[in-house]
């Protein structure tokens, strides 16, 4: 047994370890359980394990009440579950939750204290919920006057004399689940209680005004215990006093008070939603650990149109945070989120140069603010993304947001309050550490590895060429149910949430990856996906729709390898005419002096790794079909050319890896002002390269040996390179590939999945050592055992994807920025690989029989 073959098989045996570990734990917990999914039907003897939860803090300060929620679905449970979630020191509180506000439990929540050390979650499930006591941290609180009777307002609000506005006389306050006032309901009508719902943490408590001013007030607490329900209960002076509990410290007026929203109008001036047909309050969540309400506005009349808008407002324990989900009916132009402005407070604004789309800012102010004249901070967050402008009016410190979405449109926010008294907070200095701390956990998510029991009975079958193409197919499938033929010209890219684009990852990875696996199971449905997407871009006369050729994006290249396909297979001209309309963009695509294709242009001089396979294998299969002798010659020697001016500006000598990106100005804030290279080495990057190597291997011809060799050997010399930083433990490969104990760092499928693709095709053809087939299979087994999740309904998801990485505009190159953005799951810059690398290891494996 040579040492790679025993490497091999230590990292499958400790996957499959991991996997049987958790059927024997269900198994000797309850002894008669057929699938975790039958637990609550059959178990008398205990409980069943659903799943094992790794977490780690990512950040370099301590993350106490941090909420973790697990979906049902990812856990493989096909309903509502009595589960416990517990470490090996003690049962956690957790709570059944409804995250999407839609009237259905769909998943769990819990509260960890996350330090310097990662913990190690396991949840079971009973026949019978839990009667471990748990404390309530949180409460949602809705109540209004019952028994007394509506008389004309006695002191109506100055802006309404005389307008029929009543108020409400005797009766005694009853809490309700939903609330729609009557028409003539108005500010300080004694009705409702302080004045709407309400909802509070162990940490601070907000009430939402359910009138005409719809504005955020706050509670400022002396006390971790639910007290809403007790406030107001005399009247609306009581609550202004400082009470043991804490008091009212916001004076709100005619702004948004803290957190509040409402929109820019086309007069360029704050329009609150003041004007609807109705307001309706409700109570989504009253739990333990987390609380939501709803308020629905029917008939909002805006100076750019009627229409309908829906607030969702939750809050969990331990946090000043109050998370904000708005949608609307009908497109706006924006969302106004603010806080109050009082004079003397000073204004604070995150530096959102600095961070990427996806990174959270805020805007804030300090000062002593409070109807107590204590120190009060108040913050909303938004992503970068998000924001069209920041500003200010007479009233409030305002950030306009752009709302996503297709038919309806979404935008979220969070704001929160810090009171002097309750936080202990005293400065300036403070409160913005406070602030950069939330911003960063918004941010940087904990990392979380999830292994469930569903899916490890599928993992644990043994590996072999038919049960890897039948993974192929298990995460094909899943997607075609979900979005894969989404992306269409007239579809919608869920992830991104915006049309698609003409583009390497939707139209061009996945399609294609789709395509391969047809041919290999010669099944139409998948080869019809290049159709269905790839080609609906095309037009009869082969203009190409969401593309402009000025913008030299060689990002829009990819693409192309499925049009030459659907010329193949239908002899249909326009397909030929687009790729020939690609083709001619890499003939006019700005270079380095040296030759090297610029990744977009407006990325000058500045060459990526990613953007090898984004151009190459296009190129080179464009050229191998349709090009002939000293053009053909040409294109070939442009391709290759291209392979050796990415390594001599990107290879580090020392390790063998290569950095992500390369400015030849060295003008760049992310470039080394000596060698023009970023600073780290991103996993995925170094995929793309890996996969773009072998797939140009394909087009150059046999005869061409020196070129040949000089891909050859760089095959060669990435396979050794690369292995060096495959982890030992489960075969897969870390986000930045040199530093898997790096705070936050995390294993990433995409670049696994990736790197599994190279290895397998690069055996599969003879290009590299036949001892390379334990790495390959470890890869293979690694991305099964770490990354895949399979549902109860028998779908299939890949998680742990870097979401998107790239340099400039905010994004530093920093190792914090590679963990700075987000970690999704079922992207298709992971599935297209993914399928890949099931197809080529399913070829290496009945290579083996």
Same mark, same amino acid.
């Given at each position: 047994?040579?040492?790679?073959?025993?490497?091999?098989?230590?990292?499958?045996?400790?996957?499959?370890?991991?996997?049987?570990?958790?059927?024997?734990?269900?198994?000797?917990?309850?002894?008669?359980?057929?699938?975790?999914?039958?637990?609550?039907?059959?178990?008398?003897?205990?409980?069943?394990? +659903?799943?094992?939860?790794?977490?780690?803090?990512?950040?370099?300060?301590?993350?106490?009440?941090?909420?973790?929620?697990?979906?049902?679905?990812?856990?493989?449970?096909?309903?509502?579950?009595? $589960?416990?979630?517990?470490?090996?020191?003690?049962?956690?509180?957790?709570?059944?939750?409804?995250?999407?506000?839609?009237?259905?439990?769909?998943? +769990?929540?819990?509260?960890?204290?996350?330090?310097?050390?990662?913990?190690?979650? #396991?949840?079971?499930?009973?026949?019978?919920?839990?009667?471990?006591?748990?404390? !309530?941290?949180?409460?949602?609180?809705?109540?209004?006057?019952?028994?007394?009777?509506?008389? /004309?307002?006695?002191? /109506?609000?100055? =802006?309404?004399?005389?307008?029929?506005?009543?108020?409400?006389?005797?009766?005694?306050?009853?809490?309700?689940?939903?609330?729609?006032?009557?028409?003539?309901?108005?500010?300080?009508?004694?009705?409702?209680?302080?004045?709407?719902? &309400?909802?509070?943490?162990?940490?601070?408590?907000?009430?939402?005004?359910?009138?005409?001013?719809?504005?955020?007030?706050?509670?400022?607490?002396?006390?971790?215990?639910?007290?809403?329900?007790?406030?107001?209960?005399?009247?609306?002076?009581?609550?202004?006093?400082?009470?043991?509990?804490?008091?009212?410290?916001?004076?709100?007026?005619?702004?948004?008070?803290?957190?509040?929203?409402?929109?820019?109008?086309?007069?360029?001036?704050?329009?609150?939603?003041?004007?609807?047909?109705?307001?309706?309050?409700?109570?989504?969540?009253?739990?333990?650990?987390?609380?939501?309400?709803?308020?629905?506005?029917? &008939?909002?009349?805006?100076?750019?149109?009627?229409?309908?808008?829906?607030?969702?407002?939750?809050? =969990?324990?331990?946090?000043?945070?109050?998370?904000?989900? $708005?949608?609307?009916?009908?497109?706006?132009?924006?969302?106004?989120?603010?806080?109050?402005? =009082? /004079?003397?407070?000073?204004?604070?604004?995150?530096?959102?140069?600095?961070?990427?789309?996806?990174? @959270?800012?805020?805007?804030?102010?300090?000062?002593?603010?409070?109807?107590?004249?204590?120190?009060?901070?108040?913050?909303?967050?938004?992503?970068?993304?998000?924001?069209?402008?920041?500003? %200010?009016?007479?009233?409030?410190?305002?950030?306009?947001?752009?709302?996503?979405?297709?038919?309806?449109?979404?935008?979220?926010? @969070?704001?929160?309050?810090?009171?002097?008294?309750?936080?202990?907070?005293?400065?300036?200095?403070?409160?913005?550490?406070?602030?950069?701390?939330?911003?960063?956990?918004?941010?940087?998510?904990?990392?979380?590895?999830?292994?469930?029991?569903?899916?490890?009975?599928?993992?644990?079958? /043994?590996?072999?060429?038919?049960?890897?193409?039948?993974?192929?197919?298990?995460?094909?499938?899943?997607?075609?149910?979900?979005?894969?033929?989404?992306?269409?010209?007239?579809?919608?890219?869920?992830?991104?949430?915006?049309?698609?684009?003409?583009?390497?990852?939707?139209?061009?990875?996945?399609?294609?990856?789709?395509?391969? *696996?047809?041919?290999?199971?010669?099944?139409?449905?998948?080869?019809?996906?290049?159709?269905?997407?790839?080609?609906?871009?095309?037009?009869?006369? &082969?203009?190409? #729709?969401?593309?402009?050729?000025?913008?030299?994006?060689?990002?829009?290249?990819?693409?192309?390898?499925? *049009?030459?396909?659907? @010329?193949?297979?239908?002899?249909?001209?326009?397909?030929?005419?687009?790729?020939?309309?690609?083709?001619?963009?890499?003939?006019?695509?700005?270079?380095?002096?040296?030759?090297?294709?610029?990744?977009?242009?407006?990325?000058?001089? %500045?060459?990526?790794?990613?953007?090898?396979?984004?151009?190459?294998?296009?190129?080179?299969?464009?050229?191998?079909?349709?090009?002939?002798?000293?053009?053909?010659?040409? #294109?070939?020697?442009?391709?290759?050319?291209?392979?050796?001016?990415?390594?001599?500006?990107?290879?580090?000598?020392?390790?063998?890896?290569?950095?992500?990106?390369?400015?030849?100005?060295?003008?760049?804030?992310?470039?080394?002002?000596?060698?023009?290279?970023?600073?780290?080495?991103?996993?995925?990057?170094?995929?793309?390269?890996?996969?773009?190597?072998?797939?140009?291997?394909?087009?150059?011809?046999?005869?061409?040996?020196?070129?040949?060799?000089? $891909?050859?050997?760089?095959?060669?010399?990435?396979?050794?390179?690369?292995?060096?930083?495959?982890?030992?433990?489960?075969?897969?490969?870390?986000?930045?590939?040199?530093?898997?104990?790096?705070?936050?760092?995390?294993?990433?499928?995409?670049?696994?999945?990736?790197?599994?693709?190279?290895?397998?095709?690069?055996?599969?053809?003879?290009?590299?050592?036949?001892?390379?087939?334990?790495?390959?299979?470890?890869?293979?087994?690694?991305?099964?055992?770490?990354?895949?999740?399979?549902?109860?309904?028998?779908?299939?998801?890949?998680?742990?994807?870097? @979401? +998107?990485?790239?340099?400039?505009? &905010?994004?530093?190159?920093?190792?914090?920025?590679?963990?700075?953005?987000?970690?999704?799951?079922?992207?298709?810059?992971?599935?297209?690989?993914?399928?890949?690398?099931?197809?080529?290891?399913? !070829?290496?494996?009945?290579?083996?029989?």
């Amino acid at each position: 047994m040579t040492l790679k073959t025993s490497l091999l098989s230590k990292r499958i045996l400790m996957g499959t370890a991991l996997s049987s570990s958790l059927l024997l734990i269900a198994c000797q917990e309850h002894a008669d359980l057929k699938t975790p999914l039958q637990a609550s039907e059959t178990n008398s003897l205990g409980s069943a394990l +659903v799943a094992k939860v790794d977490i780690v803090n990512p950040s370099s300060f301590k993350r106490p009440d941090e909420p973790i929620y697990l979906s049902y679905y990812d856990l493989g449970l096909s309903q509502t579950a009595a $589960l416990t979630v517990k470490t090996a020191q003690q049962v956690l509180p957790s709570q059944a939750v409804d995250i999407n506000s839609d009237g259905e439990l769909d998943g +769990v929540y819990f509260i960890v204290d996350l330090n310097d050390k990662p913990i190690e979650v #396991t949840i079971t499930q009973q026949s019978s919920p839990s009667i471990t006591a748990q404390t !309530k941290r949180v409460q949602a609180d809705l109540a209004h006057k019952q028994g007394g009777q509506w008389q /004309p307002h006695s002191r /109506p609000p100055k =802006h309404q004399v005389g307008t029929g506005k009543k108020e409400y006389v005797g009766g005694e306050f009853k809490n309700v689940d939903e609330l729609t006032p009557p028409d003539y309901y108005t500010d300080h009508s004694n009705w409702i209680r302080y004045e709407g719902p &309400g909802i509070e943490s162990d940490k601070v408590g907000y009430r939402f005004y359910l009138d005409w001013r719809n504005g955020f007030d706050i509670f400022g607490k002396l006390t971790t215990q639910p007290v809403l329900h007790t406030v107001g209960l005399d009247g609306y002076s009581s609550y202004h006093d400082k009470q043991d509990w804490g008091m009212d410290i916001l004076k709100v007026g005619k702004s948004l008070g803290a957190g509040g929203f409402g929109l820019m109008g086309n007069n360029d001036e704050l329009e609150h939603v003041a004007d609807v047909s109705s307001r309706t309050a409700r109570i989504i969540e009253n739990g333990d650990l987390r609380a939501s309400i709803q308020i629905d506005y029917q &008939g909002w009349r805006n100076s750019y149109q009627n229409q309908n808008l829906t607030a969702n407002i939750s809050m =969990h324990a331990g946090s000043r945070l109050a998370h904000v989900e $708005l949608s609307t009916d009908k497109n706006l132009p924006n969302i106004v989120a603010g806080v109050v402005k =009082h /004079p003397e407070t000073e204004f604070i604004q995150a530096d959102l140069d600095t961070m990427s789309n996806y990174g @959270y800012g805020y805007i804030a102010s300090w000062g002593n603010q409070s109807l107590d004249k204590s120190a009060l901070g108040m913050a909303v967050f938004f992503k970068k993304g998000d924001v069209i402008d920041v500003r %200010q009016d007479k009233n409030n410190y305002l950030a306009v947001l752009k709302p996503k979405g297709q038919s309806a449109q979404h935008t979220d926010y @969070y704001f929160a309050s810090v009171w002097q008294p309750e936080s202990g907070i005293n400065d300036k200095e403070s409160f913005i550490e406070y602030l950069d701390q939330q911003a960063e956990r918004l941010t940087i998510k904990p990392r979380i590895t999830l292994h469930t029991t569903v899916t490890a009975k599928k993992t644990t079958q /043994p590996l072999n060429d038919k049960i890897a193409l039948e993974w192929a197919r298990a995460l094909a499938d899943s997607e075609l149910k979900r979005k894969a033929l989404g992306y269409h010209a007239n579809g919608w890219d869920v992830n991104r949430k915006r049309s698609p684009k003409f583009e390497y990852d939707i139209i061009g990875l996945q399609p294609y990856a789709y395509y391969q *696996l047809g041919m290999a199971t010669d099944e139409q449905t998948y080869k019809n996906v290049i159709a269905q997407v790839a080609g609906s871009f095309i037009d009869q006369q &082969g203009k190409i #729709t969401a593309y402009k050729q000025s913008n030299f994006n060689i990002d829009n290249i990819p693409p192309g390898r499925n *049009l030459i396909q659907l @010329y193949q297979d239908t002899q249909q001209q326009q397909y030929l005419s687009a790729a020939k309309a690609l083709r001619a963009q890499l003939q006019l695509q700005p270079r380095t002096s040296q030759g090297a294709f610029w990744h977009k242009n407006k990325y000058q001089h %500045q060459v990526w790794l990613d953007g090898v396979y984004m151009g190459m294998p296009f190129l080179a299969q464009y050229g191998s079909l349709f090009e002939t002798g000293h053009q053909q010659q040409e #294109t070939f020697a442009e391709v290759v050319n291209e392979f050796k001016l990415t390594r001599e500006a990107l290879r580090d000598p020392k390790t063998g890896l290569y950095y992500h990106g390369w400015d030849e100005s060295k003008q760049q804030a992310w470039a080394n002002k000596q060698t023009g290279v970023s600073a780290e080495f991103w996993g995925r990057g170094m995929g793309w390269l890996a996969m773009s190597v072998v797939d140009v291997l394909d087009y150059i011809p046999a005869k061409n040996t020196e070129q040949r060799d000089t $891909l050859l050997a760089m095959v060669k010399e990435l396979a050794t390179d690369i292995a060096k930083v495959q982890d030992t433990d489960t075969g897969t490969w870390w986000q930045v590939l040199d530093k898997p104990t790096a705070l936050g760092n995390y294993q990433e499928s995409t670049a696994t999945a990736m790197f599994a693709y190279f290895y397998a095709k690069a055996l599969n053809n003879g290009y590299i050592d036949a001892d390379y087939q334990d790495t390959a299979l470890a890869a293979y087994q690694g991305l099964l055992n770490q990354f895949t999740l399979v549902h109860s309904d028998g779908t299939v998801s890949m998680t742990n994807q870097c @979401y +998107v990485a790239g340099l400039g505009f &905010g994004r530093d190159g920093s190792y914090h920025y590679y963990m700075s953005e987000p970690v999704s799951k079922n992207d298709p810059k992971g599935n297209g690989p993914f399928i890949l690398a099931s197809l080529e290891v399913a !070829k290496l494996l009945a290579g083996n029989n």
